[in-house]
């Protein structure tokens, strides 16, 4: 996440907002979230490609070890926020526009999918202890 430091006088308000997230959030970020006051938040990679696709399972393991929560099926609408997939809102527009939209898609995975590869690459010389 990117914080820029906006007087409290010129800062729109959280529910006047939308929070866009590249991948759905952790559970801090789920935190920070509520705390900060949006009702809602979009985000384009779903925890199971985050996992799968990328051979990220920490948002999965966590949630599912700390919180009991398995297979990241949080409440995705609850007094607080909802949460969308930014892909299967693509999902449901016209043919025209979903085909365009799938190639950026595409791009952006391959994209991630090259971070990935470098993660994977140098994650065991790092002092982070996920497993």
Sequence with gaps: ?????????????????VFLSTH????LCLSAITWTGFDN?????????TKDKFN???DL???KDVFKINNGNYNKEN????????????NLINDYERIHLNKKIKKIFE?????????QK??????IPLN
């Design 1 to 17: 996440m990117v914080f820029y430091e906006i007087p409290l006088n010129k800062r729109p308000n959280t529910r006047d907002s």
């Design 24 to 27: 759905e959030p952790c559970s």
């Design 41 to 49: 938040f979009y985000y384009f990679f779903p925890y199971n490609d």
């Design 56 to 58: 990220i399972p920490h």
């Design 61 to 63: 393991n966590i949630l």
């Design 79 to 90: 007094s607080y926020w909802t949460s969308y997939s930014i892909i299967e809102n693509i």
């Design 111 to 119: 994209i991630y999918n090259d971070l990935s590869g470098l993660y």
């Design 122 to 127: 140098f994650k065991s010389n790092n002092n």
